[in-house]
Nanobody, 124 residues
Framework: QLHLAESGGGSVQPGGSLKLSCEASGASLSSYAIGWFRQAPGKSREGVACRSDLDGSTYYLDSVKGRFTITRDYDKNTLLLEMSDLIPEDTAVYYC?????????????????WGQGTQVTVSS
């Protein structure tokens, strides 16, 4: 059973940077589409960045392109999200998730496995 645990959230000023980590245990991330999602108060959850090593695809939400980078640390079985040039609209709880079934090049899929979430707050 895959288990995911996020860390690295916090509070930063606009223009700042944060790096989120999602440590996986119980299974290798190599068999899944994996990604980062976020949910702001009063808003629906949205896919921020997703990737799959099985098909080589990567997806970014338009509003984060050029500012966020999704990568993997293969040795540590960890998913990373490097965020820079943060803006107040990036404020949300960020979740990592994994899926055995997905639409290539998107953040759409079953995403049956979720972490507990980590808060990111961008404010001056």
């Amino acid at each position: 059973q895959l288990h995911l645990a996020e860390s690295g959230g916090g509070s930063v000023q606009p223009g700042g940077s944060l790096k989120l980590s999602c440590e996986a245990s119980g299974a290798s991330l190599s068999s899944y589409a994996i990604g980062w999602f976020r949910q702001a108060p009063g808003k629906s959850r949205e896919g921020v960045a997703c990737r799959s090593d099985l098909d080589g695809s990567t997806y970014y939400l338009d509003s984060v392109k050029g500012r966020f980078t999704i990568t993997r640390d293969y040795d540590k079985n960890t998913l990373l999200l490097e965020m820079s040039d943060l803006i107040p609209e990036d404020t949300a709880v960020y979740y990592c998730a994994a899926s055995k079934v997905w639409v290539v090049g998107t953040c759409r899929g079953d995403f049956d496995y979720w972490g507990q979430g980590t808060q990111v707050t961008v404010s001056s």
